[in-house]
């Protein structure tokens, strides 16, 4: 099982001194990636008063691929994974250009998350529709395996056209890993039809053993290798007990995960250098 780190992103500030000290120190303890979360914009609670969803324009978020662009210049082996990128409120091209130079520039680093997200503000902020992205993503995913193993691509879809084009230069990896986020019916099936890997944003319990065999059910009927869908867990800071720790990894071990991430977020640390301390009583554990 491979042991990453979730980037605080809402906590981590904006100077570049302190994002390139938490991923140095993230690859020097011996983490296996770095997991950012993406937004673009936030929504302004006071313009919408029943507005409840976990962020708003007061939390900051580091643009993931620009991110990663920084971090593979001040790193060597760590990956870098988006947990996700929201897929459909991007242009598919663009996304497949940027993924690619990302993997380029970094050595073939990239583990592209993706997911269609839950906020109606960032679409039309983006001038892409919101209620149709579930299955436009899914033209997504097809398209951007093209560009990444093709040098020139012809492609006629519902939502994307592209005549005889590609990218140069094309990623490391042909194709880029993209893993899933999501969890509803439809995100499951999209999952084991299309996808090398999930995120499940939930605790290593029984509602998650029994999604988990659902996916691999599903792979199954697919006619795919269950076994080849990886899963992420995650591992909650929480009161920084090791023994709690230990637990959840192991549990997330006994579910079948190949990954878990470490995650200090909304955990009421107040610096940078919380976060890394924070780092490195989780590695004695690793």
Not at 102 to 108: E, F, H, K, Y
Not at 123 to 131: D, K, Q, R, T, V
Request: aromatic share 10%; hydrophobic share 40%; glycine share 10%.
């Amino acid at each position: 099982m491979r042991v990453g780190v979730v980037f605080p992103q809402t906590e981590i500030g904006a100077d570049p001194y302190y994002i390139k000290d938490f991923a140095q120190a993230a690859e020097e303890l011996g983490f296996a990636h770095i997991l950012a979360y993406d937004h673009v914009v936030g929504a302004n609670p006071a313009s919408r008063p029943n507005w409840q969803a976990p962020y708003s324009h007061l939390d900051m978020f580091h643009e993931p691929l620009v991110l990663f662009g920084y971090l593979a210049g001040v790193t060597e082996r760590i990956e870098l994974c988006t947990g996700i990128v929201i897929l459909p409120q991007r242009q598919t091209v663009l996304v497949a250009k940027q993924a690619a130079s990302l993997d380029v520039l970094s050595g073939g680093r990239l583990r592209f998350g993706i997911g269609i997200g839950w906020n109606a503000v960032e679409y039309e902020a983006l001038g892409e529709e919101f209620n149709n992205r579930g299955r436009r993503s899914e033209e997504q995913i097809e398209l951007l395996r093209q560009m990444w193993t093709k040098p020139t691509v012809t492609f006629q879809g519902r939502w994307h056209k592209v005549t005889d084009a590609g990218i140069n230069p094309l990623p490391v990896q042909r194709p880029i890993p993209i893993w899933f986020g999501g969890s509803d019916e439809r995100a499951l099936r999209r999952l084991a039809r299309l996808g090398d890997g999930w995120f499940p944003l939930l605790g290593p319990d029984d509602k998650c053993r029994a999604m988990i065999d659902k996916v691999r059910s599903l792979a199954q009927e697919a006619g795919r290798d269950p076994q080849a869908i990886g899963i992420e867990g995650r591992v909650p800071y929480g009161q920084g007990s090791p023994e709690e720790w230990r637990a959840t990894m192991a549990a997330w071990q006994n579910l079948g995960a190949s990954h878990v991430s470490f995650n200090s977020m909304k955990a009421g640390l107040k610096s940078p250098s919380a976060h890394i301390e924070a780092l490195r009583q989780f590695a004695k554990l690793c």
